[in-house]
Nanobody
Framework: QVQLVESGGGLVQAGGSLRLSCAAS????????MGWYRQGPGKQRELVAA???????NFADSVKGRFTISRDNAKNTVYLQMNSLKPEDTAVYYCHAVYSGSTAWGQGTQVTVSS
């Protein structure tokens, strides 16, 4: 079972930036897809961004142009750089991995954007 540990959440003003990190317990080159989901208050969990083992990325329309996702295979870590944050980005952000026919979730990290 892959363990995923997120960090980097916090409180930021609108227009600010945060970088989330997700450290995996295995070599991430063996993970097919790693991604970030979020769940805002009273909302369903939604995909924010994903990156596959080949480096291809996918983003939710709501974050395109503001968020980037990257992976550092040497550190077994995936990053979510969030710029121009908006109050509607407030949510718990979860790291997710798809590997060998299984999936794993991190425990989540809170991101709060104040107006």
């Amino acid at each position: 079972q892959v363990q995923l540990v997120e960090s980097g959440g916090g409180l930021v003003q609108a227009g600010g930036s945060l970088r989330l990190s997700c450290a995996a317990s295995i070599r991430i080159f063996s993970i097919n897809v790693m991604g970030w989901y979020r769940q805002g208050p009273g909302k369903q969990r939604e995909l924010v961004a994903a990156i596959n083992s080949g480096g291809a990325t996918n983003f939710a329309d709501s974050v395109k142009g503001r968020f980037t996702i990257s992976r550092d295979n040497a550190k077994n870590t995936v990053y979510l750089q969030m710029n121009s944050l908006k109050p509607e980005d407030t949510a718990v952000y979860y790291c997710h991995a798809v590997y060998s026919g299984s999936t794993a979730w991190g425990q989540g990290t809170q991101v709060t954007v104040s107006s």
